[in-house]
């Protein structure tokens, strides 16, 4: 079975300050890879996803991440970070579970605040 | 708007109730799946539905009892709960289970049980 590991449980930054948020898994075979970002008293909404080709991919508010095959990594960052991207991160992975199945397994999370 | 709306936002029962979460999704999908949010803990997956059909059943407890009457409709039957069982429920539709397939949530449900 897949596991995720985001290595931060909390992260405390000031505006304009760079963003690094880890995740790595395990998992030997094909996966398809997400960052989902929960604000406060918000629902989980979709980040940015991987699913092939060019490992540096974008998603909104200014957020990429970058597959690394080799490490099982897939490390969220952004250049300059706002108080508005005070919330919630979550890695995740989608990979097969065997019947036919595909499940989508989560990381802890990584709180992000950001301090004006 | 996320297209998944669930209700209650907010309960709080006894641990002899029987309470009912409801989930709606307005997104054509035809899976979707029960997930318990607890602090500290990961995302825990507990029941997957395709096309109205249970495709996976996490070992969750019997006290947890899911139904999918159609497939923008899903229920989670609660019964005899237990304090640990406080957490947030989140329910999720994708398009399909592909492997591929984002999954967009709901607000959730804040469950406390007393």
């Known amino acids: 079975a897949q596991s995720v590991s985001q290595h931060n449980h909390h992260v405390i930054l000031s505006e304009a300050a760079s963003l690094e948020l880890g995740c790595n898994y395990s998992y030997g075979g094909t996966v398809n890879l997400f960052w989902y970002v929960q604000y406060p008293g918000q629902h989980l909404q979709l980040l940015l996803k991987y699913f092939s080709g060019d490992p540096l991919v974008k998603g909104i508010k200014g957020f990429e991440a970058e597959f690394i095959k080799s490490k099982f990594s897939f490390n969220l960052r952004k250049p300059s970070v706002q108080w508005s991207d005070t919330a919630e991160y979550f890695c995740?992975?989608?990979?097969?579970?065997?019947?036919?199945?595909?499940?989508?397994?989560f990381g802890k999370g990584t709180k992000l605040s950001v301090i004006p | 708007e996320t297209g998944v709306t669930q209700t209650p936002r907010h309960l709080v029962m006894g641990m002899t109730n029987k309470k009912s979460l409801k989930c709606e999704q307005h997104l054509g999908h035809n899976a979707m799946y029960w997930y318990k949010q607890s602090a500290k803990k990961p995302l825990e997956l507990m029941f997957v539905?395709?096309?109205?059909?249970?495709?996976e059943n996490n070992s969750v407890p019997s006290r947890f009892s899911p139904e999918c009457p159609n497939s923008s409709h899903l229920f989670l039957h609660l019964h005899t709960l237990q304090p640990e069982d406080s957490a947030l429920y989140l329910c999720?539709?994708?398009?399909?289970?592909?492997?591929?397939?984002?999954?967009?949530f709901g607000d959730g449900t804040r469950l406390s049980i007393l």
């Open positions: 995740a992975v989608s990979a097969y579970s065997g019947a036919g199945s595909y499940q989508l397994t």
């Open positions: 539905y395709s096309l109205e059909e249970r495709v």
């Open positions: 999720a539709s994708s398009r399909d289970r592909g492997n591929n397939q984002p999954q967009h």
